[in-house]
């Protein structure tokens, strides 16, 4: 299991107790703001692309939407998410769970602009019941993101 892998990583950073499981599902945003009693735009969602042949992710606030322009422009192709089983076998997490912690070498994460409003946000932790909050400066470090991106559109009137 995913959520396994990743209480694994933040267990070697002294952070396992942080993640959070609940009862209930969190796969969605909507789900995942219930779960939590957060506003859903504080959801820190990972998205899976193909980009080149290599899957990336990029987490981006909650209310957020994949701008086909703005992602062409800085990746050079359409944006192409990956099918649930592309994002299992390259990604190392499946939908509803996906992450940018304890993901399979080689996967480039980013993190969209839309997420630097908030002090903290709750990405998911390999599966489709759990979370964990963290610090804008700690996404960054814990995610091993290669760059702040501006690939989003709709958040910026919330």
Known sequence: MSIQRVKKYFRTLGMEDRVLEFDVSSATVDLAAQALGCHP???AKTLSFLVDGHAILIVAAGDAKVDNS???ARFGTKAKMLTPQEVE?????AVGG?????VNQGVNVYLDESLK????VFPACGSGNSAIELSIPELEQYSGFGCWVDVCKG???T
């Open 155 to 157: 958040w910026q009137d």
């Open 98 to 102: 996906v992450c940018p912690f304890a």
């Open 89 to 93: 076998e390259l990604v190392g997490h």
């Open 70 to 72: 703005k992602y062409k």
């Open 41 to 43: 735009c504080r959801i």
């Open 117 to 120: 409003r908030f002090e903290t």
